[in-house]
């Protein structure tokens, strides 16, 4: 982050982030090539690309033939003649790509020339960019081909050793399997509201689970006010995570999609465990320096027992001019990794205090738990001086974390994040006490662990240093102040809602039951009103989210 990053809670971040160990796990691969990557990938080029880029005449100077006594050793010349090369392009070389960039196909000169449309989020080559490639007579490259050749790549572009499962590939370009984005890639911000960064694809067995890490230098051409982050995950998506290195701590880690988590040297920047828009009060933001890397992690499981699943994470980042934020806003995890859970069926508590960590008083915007299968429910309450709980202000078995529903309902799936606009003061003499409740009746006691198959005790919380008191009023009343005109109220059908004075459209819209249960979501919704047909809802109360503007309607 530019300037300081919360120099006040460096200890507890020191102490915390390395304990959550989201280390990776990954299923072995049952089926994989024994070839590294890195000659499949010269067999591709030696079938497909040679007619123009061999050895004795190499069309653009670069020679996909190679040298060497063996076919391995051919494929590493080759590797070394792309890999962290600049192209011979010079609108390419200004625009920033190599012929390789390891574990970037958006900035793989090489890909862009072969994409033809595999990844509509890379645009199509510049008139001053030549032709794709493949080009006559040579026939062009299968998608499984280009997929193969987008895999190197993103992991890390290595010149020994299998990093991916070509049959994987393969099977889902060739015979079918199940994609996170079946309609194809979500919008990014409009020009000059922002951009758009993605993790992916990676495939995943079926039956399958893994959680991949991936560095991500970003290279902006100025510093940056973030005041808006909207993830786009599937519903296979167990969680995904945004940090940024701090000091020298990138400079350690490798390029491309990873298994080890290696957080000595990091800051959390959000957490989701679904799609979400995080949507910052007014005269806040995130601060990024131009020159920020930030760090993926992005844990999927494939809940297919035949298909292979093609994983991608796709996060919008909203950006406001330099200077508009008075406030930096800040993300921690709160960790309790002591957590044994008895697989003897009985509902089992643990609970953590969190406190004294140097700060005199932090402001919370927002909170979300975390736990896994095992979950029953995530509380956390204001700490008072001699210890005890005290004020409940977190409760994720009810709609929007606001405690006091009428029929609490948890679902450790879709665990809601809570906001407070003003913001939340919370004195760190006395800090706040996060409790979990679990009933294992699973075939072993777990402890906290990374995998579906652990459990967690993770308490996300985004917070400022100075209070917020800008922004919507206060969520306490009535689930949230009435910014939005709903009419009829109660209603047997189309309900019309209505934006407040200065709101143009509706990026999210989600209906939650008494229970806590999302059962209605829209997207992307135009123009100052908007109507919905809710006809096929039981009679009830309701409540929904509209980018952050909450409220209550009924169904009669």
């Known amino acids: 982050m530019e300037g300081k990053t919360s120099n006040r809670l460096s200890t507890m971040q020191k102490l915390l982030l390395p304990t959550l160990l989201l280390c990776a796990f990954a299923l072995p691969l049952s089926a994989q090539t024994t070839l590294p990557s890195v000659q499949e990938v010269y067999k591709i080029f030696q079938n497909k690309c040679v007619s123009c880029h061999d050895h004795n005449s190499p069309e653009a100077s670069l020679d996909l033939e190679g040298t060497g006594i063996t076919e391995l050793l051919r494929a590493q010349n080759v590797a070394s003649k792309l890999v962290n090369i600049n192209p011979s392009n010079a609108h390419a070389l200004s625009s920033g790509y190599k012929r390789v960039y390891p574990g970037r196909a958006d900035k793989s000169f090489l890909f862009k020339k072969i994409n033809s449309g595999l990844e509509p989020s890379i645009p199509a080559l510049h008139a001053q960019e030549g032709n794709i490639m493949p080009s006559y007579p040579s026939p062009g490259l299968s998608d499984t081909e280009k997929e193969i050749i987008r895999q190197w790549i993103l992991f890390g572009a290595k010149t020994t050793g299998t990093q991916f499962d070509k049959t994987l590939v393969e099977t889902f370009y060739n015979v079918g399997g199940e994609k996170s984005f079946p309609d194809g890639p979500p919008p990014g911000p409009a020009p000059g509201e922002g951009f758009q960064l993605k993790m992916g694809p990676f495939f995943l067995a079926p039956d399958g689970e893994v959680e991949y890490y991936q560095k991500w230098e970003m290279n902006l051409p100025s510093n940056v006010e973030v005041n808006g982050l909207d993830f786009k995950i599937s519903p296979f998506s167990h969680h995904f995570l945004l940090y940024n290195f701090t000091g020298t701590g990138a400079a350690s880690i490798p390029a491309g999609l990873r298994l080890d988590a290696n957080h000595s040297q990091i800051n959390l920047v959000a957490a989701v465990q679904e799609a979400t828009e995080l949507r910052l009060p007014n005269k806040t933001a995130f601060k990024w320096a131009n020159n920020i890397v930030l760090d993926f992690n992005s844990h999927y499981i494939n809940y297919s027992l035949s298909q292979p699943y093609q994983c991608e994470a796709y996060i919008n980042v909203y950006t406001q001019a330099l200077g508009a934020a008075e406030q930096e806003m800040f993300a921690t995890l709160l960790v309790n990794s002591n957590i044994p859970i008895p697989n003897s069926g009985d509902l089992i508590t643990h609970t953590k205090s969190e406190f004294q960590f140097g700060a005199d008083s932090l402001y919370i915007w927002g909170l979300m738990g975390h736990t896994h299968k095992y979950g029953r429910g995530y509380k956390v309450w204001k700490r008072l001086a001699n210890g005890q709980k005290g004020d409940l202000i977190y409760d994720a078995s009810c709609p929007m974390g606001v405690p006091g529903c009428p029929t609490p309902w948890y679902d450790y799936q879709h665990i809601p994040?809570?906001?407070?606009?003003?913001s939340l003061p919370v004195k760190w003499s006395q800090g706040i006490i996060h409790e979990a409740k679990w009933v294992n009746e699973g075939p072993s006691s777990v402890n906290f662990g990374p995998t579906s198959?652990?459990?967690?005790?993770?308490?996300?919380?985004?917070?400022?240093?100075?209070?917020?008191?800008?922004?919507?009023?206060?969520?306490?009343?009535?689930?949230?102040?009435?910014?939005?005109?709903?009419?009829?109220?109660?209603?047997?059908?189309?309900?019309?809602?209505?934006?407040?004075?200065?709101?143009?459209?509706?990026?999210?819209?989600?209906?939650?039951?008494?229970?806590?249960?999302?059962?209605?979501?829209?997207?992307?919704?135009?123009?100052?009103?908007?109507?919905?047909?809710?006809?096929?809802?039981?009679?009830?109360?309701?409540?929904?989210?509209?980018?952050?503007?909450?409220?209550?309607?009924?169904?009669?």
């Not at 994040?417 to 003003?422: G, T």
């Open 417 to 422: 994040i809570r906001y407070w606009e003003p």
């Open 453 to 556: 198959d652990d459990e967690m005790m993770v308490l996300i919380a985004f917070y400022t240093e100075q209070p917020i008191t800008v922004g919507t009023q206060n969520p306490e009343s009535q689930w949230g102040a009435k910014q939005i005109i709903v009419t009829p109220n109660p209603t047997n059908g189309t309900t019309m809602f209505s934006l407040p004075s200065g709101i143009e459209g509706v990026r999210t819209f989600r209906l939650f039951n008494l229970s806590g249960q999302e059962v209605l979501r829209q997207s992307d919704l135009q123009g100052n009103s908007f109507e919905l047909d809710l006809s096929r809802l039981i009679p009830g109360i309701y409540f929904f989210d509209a980018d952050g503007r909450r409220g209550k309607l009924e169904r009669g």
